[in-house]
């Protein structure tokens, strides 16, 4: 018995089944046996130029004596669409192409077996070698890590374990059981797949000599293009073999839940984007890019709650209520542009609402493609999104909502309270002290008010220092709080004269993100960073 286990560690499979078109947006699930040994030969010959074809052959050969038996792990299918350079009409000329995939969790087995095949273990040494050089599977997308299975792996033997499901080869090819579709997978002919039929041409003038483009000379190695331009409707050396396979094998089963926390604390909260541009926003872009993203699926979110010509509104996504004013309790949506590469532009989002979104929100996070800032250029080279991940606070913690005892600014602290210029209790600002006073006094308040969920002593105890270099507040090393865009676009919005400094925040255990906080902290403003603990710190 012979058994090879593949994982796909980008959580995808890409390949058409031969005789389809790209187009038609059909996968080829499971793998077929005629592509797992071309796989083999190409590794081989690519990584192991110096194992000889006589130790490899017997190997291949044994693999192609008969139809394997498959185990399928849950999966789903899924696609990209890209436009594509054409050409035919002009410069400008696009064509839409489709990429269809299996999408499959990164730690998911699909397994393989032969029954009835058999290797020394000189053999099995050089076949596990092979599998180990083997990085790719179907396109070059489809990352893998291949192992051959010993006998006395649990998977080797076990096929209908776990929640995985057997595909196998039907004895009557005509008839399929209840809930199964019968389907064609591409095999190796034993008895043409190595030979050199179809790939040696003889010259005619001296029949001794023989010429192949090919090493080996296998009808199994016979190029795509040539088998096009040679108008082959089946591979020389293939034969089709009809398997059967469940007929839900895309559908994905829930699995059950294993805590015990309530359904109302299990909504998601968090969804993270990547940003994309030809040129992306600089970190001094925060408000705008967080405005255009609360635009964007305020928007997205009407159009869905559409009814009788009235869009609907989102609280969650506008923090206001039915009847339009503000809402004051910070469960509603923090929107959150980061840099997160530290290269001073911004290229993550990260969408926090600690209320949770509900389903039409979740569909209007899940649609969010692009955002429109109004940066110059942004018709020709537009900010572009990529969804990574909805989840809950818990669960989810990359960026800004990591875990830490110090933070530190990303983005300046404008102050929410006017600073009394006359009377007694007055503040000069432009005394620098009397300025961190005020900023740092405005900063305790804001973090007791917007998390009640931390103790009082814990804020009380928290230790805030001004991030300032030569005579002015710093942030990340480079950039002046004057340098933000502070000013929201809506009338009255006075951010940019409010005071605004940079802080660096210790709290005497580890506290959850995010630390957002101040005036316009729904669009960024006042947004802390965790920074890595010093060890003995």
């Not at 015990?260 to 992306?280: F, I, P």
């Not at 005071?499 to 101040?518: K, Y």
């Amino acid at each position: 018995m012979i058994a090879i286990s593949f994982k796909f560690l980008a959580g995808r499979y890409h390949a058409t089944p031969w005789g389809r078109h790209v187009n038609e947006g059909a996968v080829e699930w499971p793998p077929s046996p005629w592509r797992i040994l071309r796989a083999l030969v190409a590794t081989w010959k690519r990584t192991m130029p110096d194992v000889e074809q006589a130790k490899v052959e017997p190997i291949l050969r044994e693999l192609a004596k008969s139809p394997p038996e498959f185990v399928l792990p849950p999966a789903s299918t899924g696609h990209t669409r890209h436009y594509m350079p054409w050409f035919k009409k002009g410069p400008d000329d696009r064509t839409l192409v489709f990429d269809t995939f299996v999408a499959l969790p990164k730690d998911a087995e699909l397994l393989v077996r032969w029954p009835d095949a058999a290797l020394d273990d000189d053999a099995q040494r050089r076949l596990r070698r092979i599998l180990d050089n083997l990085n790719t599977f179907g396109r070059s997308e489809s990352w893998c890590e291949a192992r051959l299975l010993s006998d006395q792996d649990p998977g080797a033997t076990n096929l209908n374990g776990g929640r995985t499901r057997l595909v196998y080869r039907p004895l009557d090819a005509g008839s399929a059981p209840p809930d199964h579709e019968i389907i064609r997978l591409l095999c190796p002919d034993p008895g043409t797949a190595f030979a050199d039929s179809h790939v040696v041409k003889v010259n005619v003038q001296t029949a001794e000599e023989r010429i192949s483009i090919y090493d080996p000379a296998w009808n199994l190695c016979m190029e795509t293009l040539q088998l096009h331009d040679e108008k082959w409707s089946d591979p020389p050396g293939s034969r089709w073999v009809q398997y059967i396979r469940p007929s839900d094998c895309f559908k994905i089963e829930a699995a059950a839940r294993t805590n015990t926390r309530s359904t109302k604390g299990l909504r998601l909260q968090v969804a993270r984007y990547a940003l994309d541009s030809t040129v992306l926003p600089l970190v001094t872009e925060t408000l705008p890019v967080a405005e255009a993203a609360r635009r964007a699926l305020m928007g997205l979110y009407g159009r869905i709650k559409e009814h009788n010509g009235i869009r609907g509104r989102s609280q969650i996504f506008s923090g206001k209520d039915e009847d339009g004013n503000p809402l004051t309790d910070h469960g509603h949506a923090y929107y959150l542009p980061t840099d997160e590469d530290g290269d001073g532009r911004l290229d993550h989002l990260t969408v926090f609402a600690r209320n949770g979104f509900g389903p039409e929100e979740r569909r209007a996070l899940d649609r969010l493609r692009e955002l429109k800032t109004g940066r110059r250029g942004e018709e020709r080279h537009p900010l572009r999104l990529l969804l990574l991940g909805l989840g809950s606070l818990d669960d989810y913690q990359p960026g800004p909502l990591a875990q830490s005892k110090s933070w530190v600014s990303a983005t300046p602290y404008i102050a929410t309270q006017h600073a009394k210029t006359r009377g007694r209790d007055r503040i000069d600002l432009r005394d620098p002290e009397a300025r961190i006073r005020f900023l740092t006094g405005d900063l305790r308040a804001q973090i007791a008010a917007c998390r009640p969920d931390l103790p009082p002593t814990l804020v009380a105890e928290a230790n805030i220092e001004p991030v300032v270099t030569d005579g002015a507040f710093r942030i990340a090393g480079r950039w002046r709080p004057i340098q933000f865009k502070r000013f929201r676009s809506k009338p009255g919005d006075d951010g940019g004269r409010r005071p605004a400094g940079a802080f660096r925040v210790r709290f005497t255990l580890e506290v959850h993100g995010p630390i957002v906080i101040g005036w316009s902290s729904h669009f960024g403003m006042g947004l802390f960073v965790p920074v890595p603990e010093r060890p003995g710190a």
